[in-house]
């Protein structure tokens, strides 16, 4: 599986010839190069779109990418997606429940500690994260979420390769909830997301891990438009 950091907390995934995209949000989002929001857009054939949670910083450019990939597939939960399948947007909505296959894998909804709205305020069903098991890696991205015992749950269904925590703090985990994380996770290896896109989530990068690094764990900071493979 190829993990590419766009910025935030979107991610793009590669597998079983694939493209999921992660929670997009890049054409309002500060930080990113507009010019690489071209060539994804352009370039990149994106298959689903996957949204953990309805706030406008993980569901910005749905659309954007929908309009550009109508063969595409958001899968969400209950809520999320159908608000965009009144969109006319082709959607698969879940719920906090077991393992659904895909061709690329099996997806499970767990749960968040968050909340989940739309930018007018529609109700955007519970928040959640993705587990996401598959012959090329089992990977645990949180969205956004407090540290919650709830975690202790995710390696009963199998050991993970690496967890995408935030670690921004103030609306989610920060770095030291991200390490405990790790344990009630059973994963050493972190890719550390929504952090520094706003002044209301500063971290120190190199401090952050640092503090992974003296406890024997890898916390991955990726610079935008970069990947690595599990
Ligand atoms: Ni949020
Ligand atoms: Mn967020």
Avoid: Q
Avoid at 62 to 76: D, G
């Amino acid at each position: 599986m190829k993990i590419t950091f766009l910025s935030h907390s979107t991610l793009l995934l590669e597998l079983h010839n694939k493209k999921l995209l992660i929670d997009p949000f890049l054409s309002d989002n500060p930080l990113f190069d507009k010019n690489i929001l071209k060539t994804y857009l352009n370039k990149i054939n994106i298959d689903y779109i996957l949204i953990t949670h309805a706030h406008y910083d993980h569901v910005c450019d749905v659309e954007l990418f929908y309009r550009y990939n109508k063969n595409s597939l958001i899968i969400s939960n209950y809520e999320i997606s159908n608000f965009f399948y009144s969109k006319k947007i082709k959607t698969y909505g879940m719920n906090f429940g077991s393992f659904v296959n895909f061709p690329f894998g099996k997806l499970k909804y767990v749960w968040a500690s968050h909340s989940s709205s739309f930018k007018n305020g529609i109700f955007g069903g519970n928040p959640g994260g993705f587990l996401l098991h598959s012959d090329e890696g089992n990977i645990y991205i949180s969205g956004d979420t407090s540290l919650t015992k709830e975690m202790c749950t995710i390696p009963n269904f199998g050991k993970l390769n690496i967890s995408i925590l935030p670690i921004g703090g103030r609306f989610t985990m920060d770095v030291k909830d991200a390490l405990i994380a790790t344990e009630y996770l059973k994963c050493n290896k972190v890719i550390g997301v929504h952090y520094n896109t706003f002044d209301s989530i500063l971290i120190n990068k190199e401090k952050s891990k640092n503090i992974f690094y003296k406890h024997y764990k890898n916390l991955i900071l990726m610079n935008s438009n970069t990947s690595i493979n599990i």
